[in-house]
């Protein structure tokens, strides 16, 4: 009797969900497929110059600036795939979410470089 008990709903959870991890899965596998194409292609050396630039100039809260502003659009790929079975949305998202990446930690590393550049040339100065 306790195992009819328990049994009924996991089946019964199990039925309904069993569809949506189908398509969650290709949602997952286009993600991930949009995420090594920007891993591959995207481009981000103008925010790591923007953050050396800043960096130079306003020191840390420079490189806070250009970091916080690099976060703020959402990159999309030059060219989608052709590909039937890869879900154009997600690959969408997950090329965004890691071109967004990419553009932060450069305009964060390009930031650091000018903010030591900054302090090496002012403490030569003095």
Not at 94 to 106: D, E, I, Q
Request: hydrophobic share 45%; charged share 15%; net charge positive.
């Amino acid at each position: 009797m306790l195992q009819k008990t328990f049994i009924r709903p996991i089946a019964l959870f199990l039925i309904i969900m069993y569809p949506v991890t189908i398509l969650a899965s290709d949602c997952t596998k286009s993600k991930l497929k949009g995420k090594v194409e920007a891993a591959r292609s995207h481009n981000s050396i103008v925010w790591g110059v923007a953050g050396v630039g800043s960096g130079v100039l306003l020191g840390l809260i420079g490189t806070g600036v250009i970091t916080g502003v690099a976060a703020i659009p959402n990159p999309t790929p030059k060219s989608l795939p052709e590909d039937p079975e890869i879900d154009i949305d997600c690959f969408a998202k997950g090329y965004g979410r890691r071109a967004k990446g990419r553009n932060v930690l450069s305009a964060l590393g390009g930031g650091a470089v000018g903010t030591l550049i900054a302090a090496i040339v002012i403490s030569s100065l003095n």
